[in-house]
């Protein structure tokens, strides 16, 4: 079974500048989420799609962070325009349980440095 | 707000010995744990949960404590080798509640394994 995919690995950009990633999950699962780590800190949860659908944005700086996913598969997350707090590493999970707390399948994210 | 701590950043340990790995979590509404194991440039990886129902859990080397009273759990690793070395999240979650399937990370423990 392929785990979960994303693109790029690393992307270096300049303050204000725009980027975007991609992620593609396990086939099959249903929910969908992007999470931020910045250095020496867990995992944040940013946005968690069930199917094309958003259940959790809470926590997503909406005037410059969007993401969508398009067919309930492949999810893109893009930042417009980065500000140099914005670097860290942008990890996208995968799981079939739904909205039952069960495990997540991460990739191995994207590092993001602004400059 | 750090609803889940883990407040060693760092543990050594010998080959063979014992590793213990501690976590705390201020929300009771949390019912459902995990941990993660992270190696560098790599996405976290699922290495055991525990359901609130339970004070315990084991798979192979690895055994979860859950002690609810004092909202604390911990990650026995035994006997301990050199590629546990890595860093070790621990996470929560509810099942209930607007917060459904989210996890919640602690800062990660990085485990050093030395022969």
């Known amino acids: 079974e392929a785990g979960v995919a994303q693109s790029p690995r690393y992307k270096i950009i300049e303050k204000r500048q725009s980027v975007a990633f991609w992620c593609n999950p396990i086939?099959?699962?249903?929910?969908l989420y992007w999470y931020q780590q910045i250095l020496g800190q867990g995992p944040k949860l940013l946005i968690q799609?069930?199917?094309?659908?958003?259940?959790?944005d809470s926590q997503l700086p909406k005037d410059r962070f969007s993401a969508e996913r398009l067919k309930g598969v492949d999810s893109t997350l893009k930042i417009q325009p980065a500000k140099l707090e914005d670097s860290a590493v942008y990890l996208c999970?995968?799981?079939?349980?739904?909205?039952?707390?069960?495990?997540?399948?991460f990739g191995p994210g994207t590092r993001l440095t602004v400059l | 707000d750090q609803q889940v701590k883990q407040n060693s950043p760092s543990l050594s340990v010998q080959e063979g010995r014992i590793s213990i790995l501690n976590c705390d979590y201020t929300?009771?509404?949390?019912?459902?744990f995990l941990w993660y194991k992270k190696y560098p440039a790599e996405g976290p990886t699922f290495l055991i949960s525990?359901?609130?129902?339970?004070d315990k859990n084991e798979d192979g080397r690895f055994t979860v404590f859950l002690n609810k009273s004092a909202k604390h759990l911990s990650l026995h690793i035994v006997p301990s080798q050199p590629g546990d070395s890595a860093v070790y999240f621990c996470?929560?979650?509810?099942?209930?509640?607007?917060?459904?399937?989210?996890?919640?990370f602690g800062r990660g423990t990085q485990l050093t394994v030395w022969p």
């Open positions: 929300n009771s509404m949390f019912d459902y």
């Open positions: 996470a929560a979650s509810s099942r209930r509640g607007s917060t459904l399937g989210r996890l919640y």
């Open positions: 086939s099959g699962h249903a929910t």
């Open positions: 999970a995968s799981s079939s349980a739904g909205m039952s707390g069960n495990e997540q399948f």
């Open positions: 525990i359901s609130s129902i339970k």
């Open positions: 799609f069930q199917n094309n659908g958003v259940v959790d």
